[in-house]
């Protein structure tokens, strides 16, 4: 027997009385009450998950810049897997077109730069923010990137030049240290307090030029200062002769998705002059991307 509720048809078991009316005994369970919705603000189930493909692209991940050629035993130390599942996931790889394999050394292909593309080529924020990043970039006659928090590090997700080579850093997919950028202290200065506490915690500071800050105390006091006055400048604690200065991009929610900065060659333009000559048009920008956000 099929019973209707709210519009809806539920299955359910019925009997009949020695009078000959129906009793409901019991309804029928819904084929679909067994698949859980996806909830981004939630842990996953671990029976939701699919270990091989987390250990896949934990195999891909081991490579980097600094160790973009590995053996399978350096890949099972660096992905936390046996060297036998190494072994399995680097052939897998190879057979797909993703790894290369040159004696016992193994190194990824071009072909992995399509996983990135297809973030570049689907993702709404990019799209929306390149054609202003030229508009910025052009009016100052200056490079200009927008960036996005990744973990503890920050990742260029549409950059344009202008004509200027400042630093190699400043392209689409790059990564780099989110405490000594412009873009990744905006987006520091975003996070819930315990966040930042925590992000300090972890934090392995290292002086990766004279000027990079490496006192957490200090760092957490320029975090602050970001956050209360709405803007970042760094001087070249990144790459030398590189300063920049960067806002943080929101949505129509009030919540900061992105930083959008300038980049200026130190020989070109003083600290003290950064923020007098692009913190307007990059307030401007900053206006213009929440209404499309």
């Known amino acids: 027997m099929i019973g209707c509720r709210h519009n809806r048809i539920t299955p359910t078991l019925c009997d009949m009385r020695p009078n000959g009316d129906l009793m409901t005994i019991k309804p029928l369970p819904d084929a679909r009450s067994d698949i859980a919705p996806i909830s981004s603000s939630e842990e996953p189930l671990k029976r939701d998950l699919i270990a091989g493909l987390e250990k896949g692209l934990l195999v891909i991940e081991a490579f980097d810049q600094e160790r973009s050629r590995l053996t399978i035993s350096e890949v099972a130390q660096r992905a936390g897997l046996t060297r036998a599942a190494a072994r399995r996931y680097l052939i897998t790889l190879t057979h797909l077109g993703y790894v290369r394999h040159e004696q016992k050394v193994f190194s990824l292909t071009p072909k992995v730069l399509r996983l990135g593309q297809s973030y570049l080529h689907s993702a709404r924020l990019p799209r929306i923010v390149q054609p202003l990043l030229y508009r910025l970039a052009y009016s100052l006659e200056e490079a200009a990137s927008a960036g996005v928090l990744d973990h503890d590090e920050l990742v260029c997700v549409a ?131 929440t209404a499309l956000l």
Do not use: W
């Not at 200027?164 to 989110?178: C, E, F, K």
């Not at 405490?179 to 506490?197: D, H, K, M, W, Y």
């Not at 992000?199 to 006192?215: C, G, M, S, Y």
């Not at 200026?264 to 003290?272: G, I, N």
């Open 159 to 289: 950059a344009v030049s202008a004509g200027r080579l400042v630093s190699a850093t400043l392209q689409p997919g790059t990564r780099v240290p989110a405490f000594c950028t412009a873009n990744g202290r905006v987006l520091l200065a975003s996070l819930p307090q315990a966040q930042i506490e925590s992000f300090l915690e972890r934090l392995q500071l290292e002086p990766i030029t004279a000027h990079t800050i490496v006192n957490k105390e200090r760092l957490l006091l320029e975090i602050t200062r970001t956050r209360a006055q709405g803007y970042a400048v760094v001087d070249q604690e990144l790459e030398l002769g590189l300063r920049t200065i960067a806002v943080p991009l929101k949505n129509f929610r009030g919540e900061t998705v992105a930083a959008v900065n300038v980049s200026v060659h130190a020989a070109r333009m003083a600290v003290e002059d950064i923020v007098e000559r692009c913190l307007p048009a990059l307030l401007k920008a900053q206006v213009e991307l």
